[in-house]
């Protein structure tokens, strides 16, 4: 009997180590480590940024803010060329054991495919931020495989997030205790629950971020636990837009589960008696996988904003209504 060469995949050899290989995980913090905040994104204010200063040097850390953190251009923080300066400097520098983003926005997909991939797979350190900061998280994880911090930007306002979130920040970064995120019934997307339990790595971020990265560096989510929450933008057909991008892609196939987290500035959105809800049910229950909504992650105004690890094993129990991750940090 002859040996036939198997025919070729659309996955190339990226994505096979994606499934084959497990996270890397950058050390904890610990006090006395220099951090630094970078504007990858949109810029943030300067008020801001004193607080997140203030409120992390209070954890014995010491912060640095880089050279072109508050420049701007137009609605950017600065230049493509500045704002990626900055970001692999931090990553190149050896002292440097963390990078915080002060803002998201726009601007981060611009530089997310000329990040130095080589420095962060040689020097892991964990990248804290969300929005427009999913375009990193995701290229360092389908190039690095480098697990993330889905959590609040260091453009810090204690009245948006408050003590409760600064302590679950803390915790994720300085501990390598698993983080659980218990669904809550009056965030709105919990109505978008199905039954069902899943386990898998936990990947996502902003919706839209993660669509503007078809084709571009969205790694495989063969084997994930989706993450979604995005904010308004042009009404419910922009949500169903983009998860139908997704599925016809076939950007989630394999994907074991999916956490829902919130979908602010759709409340009062109906369109011949659909709202958000139900284009989340509609899109997403067509992959047949266990849903958990009601995360209160995301956008909105939340004193109590949790701290997602990216990256790592993750288990959604629906009758639970808990999110259980894996540290992000050894």
């Known amino acids: 009997m002859s040996l036939r060469t198997p025919p070729p995949t659309a996955r190339g050899p990226v994505e096979i180590a994606e499934r084959q290989s497990p996270a890397v995980l950058p050390p904890r913090l610990r006090p006395g480590d220099r951090v630094r905040f970078v504007s990858p994104a949109s810029p943030p204010s300067r008020e801001g940024v004193e607080r997140g200063v203030e409120l992390l040097t209070g954890w014995g850390l010491r912060v640095e803010v880089a050279d072109h953190v508050f420049d701007q251009v137009g ?58 900061i999913t375009h ?65 790595f936990l990947l996502g971020g902003n919706l839209t971020a993660i669509c503007t990265e078809v084709g571009a560096d969205l790694p495989s989510l063969d084997g994930a636990i989706l993450f979604v929450e995005d904010q308004k933008g042009t009404g419910l057909g922009q949500v169903d837009r983009q998860l139908t991008q997704l599925l016809r892609s076939g950007a989630l196939d394999g994907v074991r589960g999916v956490t829902v987290g ?30 958990l909504g009601g995360i209160p992650a995301g956008h909105a105004k939340r004193l109590d904003l949790p701290t997602l690890p990216l990256g790592t094993e993750a288990s959604i129990d629906t009758s639970a209504g808990t999110l259980t991750i894996e540290a992000g940090v050894r």
């Open 75 to 132: 609605y950017l923080a600065g230049s493509d060329e500045d704002r990626l300066a900055d970001v692999n400097a931090a990553l190149r520098d050896p002292g440097v054991r963390a990078v915080f983003a002060t803002r998201g926005g726009k601007g981060a997909y611009r530089i997310a495919g000329d990040l130095d991939f080589d420095a962060a797979r040689r020097d892991p350190k964990p990248l804290v931020g969300f929005s427009d």
């Open 136 to 200: 990193l998280h995701l290229a360092l994880w389908r190039h690095c495989r480098l697990a993330g911090m889905h959590g609040p930007f260091v453009n810090w306002y204690d009245e948006y997030t408050g003590p409760d979130a600064a302590e679950a920040l803390r915790r994720s970064l300085t501990t390598t205790d698993p983080v659980t995120v218990h669904a809550d019934p009056d965030v709105p997307t919990a109505k978008v629950s199905t039954e069902g339990t899943a386990t898998g």
């Open 262 to 291: 919130q979908f602010p500035g759709f409340e009062q959105d109906t369109v011949h008696g659909w709202t958000i809800l139900d284009v989340l049910r509609d899109r997403l229950g067509r992959l047949g996988v266990p849903i």
